[in-house]
């Protein structure tokens, strides 16, 4: 906590953001991402957002939308908000070099661009081809990039991805651009210096100008961001992800340290590509790594163009009644994960702890990579496939610790236990968190020990601020 105290704390995300999140490279048409989202509702497996790739662009260019495939965004937009359902889209730095294209026309007008040595703006190919790259070092680029985010926000979007932000760079050794390059950064964070000096803050630097821009767009509204490079301080603007990751029982059991490293370093609002980006996962590796990925502060399913369908139903009923299982699991657990991250906005507490928070005296569990805290809530899971978290030996930290669930016990889901003494807020079983109410009751789960005390924090209304 005292890191988090130094760097800042995470921002407090909206609860909409805490639901699941489905996403694919790509759904490459509205009409596709209407359909993913029936498909939820007609299942009853609880998801709040759907994310869109770089195939919703015109030739993969910032900023715009293919008129053939998504004819229509605001529309859509409205289409998904009437079924509950967010929308986050992807905006990368670098913006094609093309006469006529407006983002191009302004950031040169603007005079944004990174440099090379000898004073002209550096290109370097990624997917739209030849590009220039934004100097988020500098205030007046950041104002440039927030007031394109602010407008792009009026088409109906309720989040946006930055991704390929380190920068990525295609054709290079380095997969980035030269440390020769030159950014004319804000005197209070070092001046005028070559990449090298800023290579490392660059894509939290971006992220801060997307959360200003989101912000600009509604005073009411908590921003919401998703940054692939990050620093130190970046939670304070955007949640972040492990990358990406296969789909495999090695990727899926180092998901579990990489989350509670990340908490551990002050961001506290991660998760790993729930059943992995590349590759094709079997029944049994998604409906595992559903399980505790539901669990997770961020939990995001996503997968690569090219591999099959990584949606909850894509792996056979049995599959698809794990997955409903875990994100029902998650859903109810909601007042709680809510009030961890309002914590851990106040006071810096990591939301997914490793288990010696728990009992700091006892070296053995440091050495626990499969279960973690949220709280008091203990989590304990499985990464073989050959057992399930019920058939493993769980080492507790010492005190009273109640097992419990849901009435969903299954082989393929975490085994929970609550520390006594904990009182664990629960509500009821929705499928998006616009079905939520103040008015709801909620179940409070007591763990007896001599004492017994709990907190809680409550967004009022839809889950939008």
């Known amino acids: 906590m005292s890191l988090s105290h130094a760097i800042g704390t995470v921002a407090m995300p909206p609860k909409w953001s805490l639901g699941y999140h489905q996403c694919r490279w790509s759904y490459d048409s509205s009409e596709k991402v209407r359909k993913v989202v029936r498909t939820f509702r007609e299942k009853g497996i609880p998801c709040d957002v759907i994310w869109m790739d770089i195939d919703y662009m015109d030739g993969f260019r910032c900023f715009t939308f293919d008129g053939n495939r998504f004819p229509d965004p605001k529309s859509m937009a409205d289409d998904l908000h009437s079924i509950g359902c967010k929308s986050i889209w992807m905006l990368d730095p670098g913006i094609k ?193 559903m399980g505790v990925g539901a669990l997770f502060p961020f939990s995001r399913g996503h997968s690569e163009t090219g591999s099959i369908d990584h949606e909850p139903w894509s792996f056979g009923e049995e599959c698809e009644e794990v997955c409903r299982l875990a994100l029902l699991r998650r859903y109810r657990l909601l007042p709680h994960i809510y009030t961890l991250f309002y914590l851990s906005h106040k006071k810096g507490a990591p939301v997914a702890a490793p288990l010696f928070f728990a009992d700091s005296q006892d070296p053995e569990l440091r050495k626990i990579e499969t279960s973690f805290l949220l709280g008091p809530l203990l989590i304990c899971a499985s990464t073989s496939p050959d057992k399930g978290a019920h058939e493993c030996a769980h080492k507790l930290p010492k005190g009273v610790w109640s097992r419990f669930d849901f009435g969903d016990s299954h082989p393929d889901l975490p085994v929970m236990y609550l520390q006594g003494g904990a009182i664990l807020p629960v509500g009821l079983p929705i499928k998006h968190v616009g079905e939520a109410s103040l008015e709801d009751d909620l179940t409070l789960i007591v763990s007896l020990d001599e004492n017994a005390g709990g907190s809680r924090a409550q967004q009022e209304g839809s889950g939008e601020d």
């Open 97 to 289: 070099k093309e006469k006529g294209y407006f983002v191009y026309e302004s950031g040169s007008e603007t005079d944004v661009w990174i440099k090379k040595a000898d004073g002209s703006p550096f290109i370097g190919e990624v997917w739209p081809g030849d590009c220039v790259f934004p100097d988020f070092t500098c205030e007046r680029t950041r104002t440039w990039w927030a007031s394109l985010v602010r407008d792009f926000v009026s088409n109906g979007v309720d989040g946006i991805w930055n991704d390929m932000n380190e920068p990525a760079v295609f054709k290079t050794t380095t997969k980035t651009m030269p440390e020769s390059n030159i950014h004319r950064g804000d005197a209070d964070i070092g001046g005028v210096q070559n990449h090298s000096y800023y290579h490392n803050v660059y894509g939290m630097l971006m992220a801060r100008s997307t959360y200003e821009g989101m912000a600009m767009s509604s005073t009411d509204k908590r921003p919401f961001v998703l940054t692939r490079a990050g620093f130190i301080g970046s939670q304070r603007y955007a949640a972040t992800w492990t990358g990406d990751n296969l789909s495999n029982w090695e990727h899926m059991h180092m998901s579990l340290p990489m989350v509670l490293q990340l908490g551990l370093s002050g961001q506290p609002l991660s998760g790993p590509d729930i059943g992995g980006f590349a590759g094709n996962a079997t029944p049994k590796l998604f409906g595992r790594w």
